[in-house]
């Protein structure tokens, strides 16, 4: 199963774009990208996820390189309370989804 | 709004007493799953439900049980808990076969043993 690499900690200002990498050399070809948040004591939340395009929802975009090696999410105008655990994740055939150890995201006033 | 509802928020019991946790969703989807969040942790999947089949993880110790009674309602049983169990444990459902569906997630139960 492929695995995920991800920064421990980001910060960025409010109202600017928040980038954040992911690492996934071994990705199989037909493993989904998701990404998913985790405000403090609530569950985590769905964000969005990809196979080869770009995506693009209300909440963020997915950058997948070509190689499929490495994804960015983007949240185009961050604000105080998108402050939480951005986890990278990789979709096994079997259900499972193969946690990263998340991207600590605190965005700044 | 359709969601997914753990109760209770919090749950405190004693050691080696046993406890139940449980989910509800009005989401109507095939399959739930039982995750456990250690502090500064991923969640770590325990076992999924697809429709009626139970699938366990390999590593699920044999202490925890599941019981899925209708598509509704999921159940996580700790029959013996044991301090190292103390954790955030979360429920999630998602639709479809081949799950490549997102996950939706409650808010978790967060067990303390005392």
Known sequence: DAKTTQPPSMDCAEGRAANLPCNHSTISGN????WYRQIH???PQYIIHGLKN????EMASLIITEDRKSSTLILPHATLRDTA????IVMASNYQLIWGAGTKLIIKP | DAMVIQNPRYQVTQFGKPVT???????NHNVMYWYQQKSSQAPKLLFHYYDKDFNNEADTPDNFQSRRPNTSFCFLDIRSPGLGDA???LCA???GPGGYQPQHFGDGTRLSIL
């Open chain 2, 93 to 95: 459902t998602s639709s």
């Open chain 1, 54 to 57: 770009n995506e693009t929802n």
């Open chain 2, 21 to 27: 946790l449980s989910c509800s969703q009005t989401l």
């Open chain 1, 41 to 43: 004591s609530q569950g």
């Open chain 2, 87 to 89: 954790a955030m444990y």
């Open chain 1, 85 to 88: 655990v951005y986890y990278c």
């Open chain 1, 31 to 34: 493993e989904y990208v998701y």
